[in-house]
T-cell receptor, first 111, second 113 residues
Framework: GQSLEQPSEVTAVEGAIVQINCTYQ??????LSWYQQHDGGAPTFLSY????GLEETGRFSSFLSRSDSYGYLLLQELQMKDSASYFC????????????FGQGTTLQVKP | DSGVTQTPKHLITATGQRVTLRCSPR?????VYWYQQSLDQGLQFLIQ???????AKGNILERFSAQQFPDLHSELNLSSLELGDSALYFC????????????FGPGTRLTVL
């Protein structure tokens, strides 16, 4: 089977840096992705890692270590609008887009 | 706006009833995915279609079925509804299958009373 673990809640202050960790167990692995979801809204794609290392996209970076079955999302220069839920997801098959999502991490950014 | 549209936005119905949720993917996207998100839960994959064919299934209940039509829009049919089926149902699309970047619609909030 496949499962992902991530912290349920994280709190940080505006301007700070926060890291959201994700560990996964999967029989097949074709990538780790991250999605952001504001309360009740549509999830939006943030980043994707298929290979080990760091991917940077503006204030957001994502890291993957396949040997450790571990990844993280790094958010820098936090803004109030970053308050949202963040989900990691794995794709366990090469030829389908079936994503298995973690339970999500609720990030609260305080002034 | 992702370009994916879903109707209706809200649906309130009674137990035992049947409903149909509709999704139109982004222009040019051939793959459609359906996800269920219950209160305070993560996104649960239900089913994927690619160019009209079923490609992957998650833990979709037998009371649920879906299809993708020749114009690529998709419908998710939920029957014999139970209270526990109350959830947000999202449709997502991607250009090809096997893509991690999926574009989600605004969702249909289903309430079963």
């Amino acid at each position: 089977g496949q499962s992902l673990e991530q912290p349920s809640e994280v709190t940080a202050v505006e301007g700070a840096i926060v890291q959201i960790n994700c560990t996964y167990q999967t029989s097949g692995f074709y990538g780790l992705s991250w999605y952001q979801q504001h309360d009740g809204g549509a999830p939006t794609f943030l980043s994707y890692n298929a290979l080990d290392g760091l991917e940077e996209t503006g204030r957001f970076s994502s890291f993957l270590s396949r040997s450790d079955s571990y990844g993280y999302l790094l958010l820098q220069e936090l803004q109030m609008k970053d308050s949202a839920s963040y989900f990691c997801a794995v794709r366990g098959s090469s030829n389908t887009g079936k994503l298995i999502f973690g339970q999500g991490t609720t990030l609260q950014v305080k002034p | 706006d992702s370009g994916v549209t879903q109707t209706p936005k809200h649906l309130i119905t009674a137990t035992g009833q049947r409903v149909t949720l509709r999704c139109s993917p982004r222009s040019g996207d051939l793959s459609v995915y359906w996800y269920q998100q219950s209160l305070d839960q993560g996104l649960q994959f239900l089913i994927q279609y690619y160019n009209g064919e079923e490609r992957a299934k998650g833990n979709i209940l037998e009371r649920f079925s879906a299809q993708q039509f020749p114009d690529l829009h998709s419908e998710l049919n939920l029957s014999s509804l139970e209270l526990g089926d109350s959830a947000l149902y999202f449709c997502a699309s991607s250009v090809v299958e096997g893509r991690d970047e999926q574009f989600f619609g605004p969702g249909t909030r289903l309430t079963v009373l």
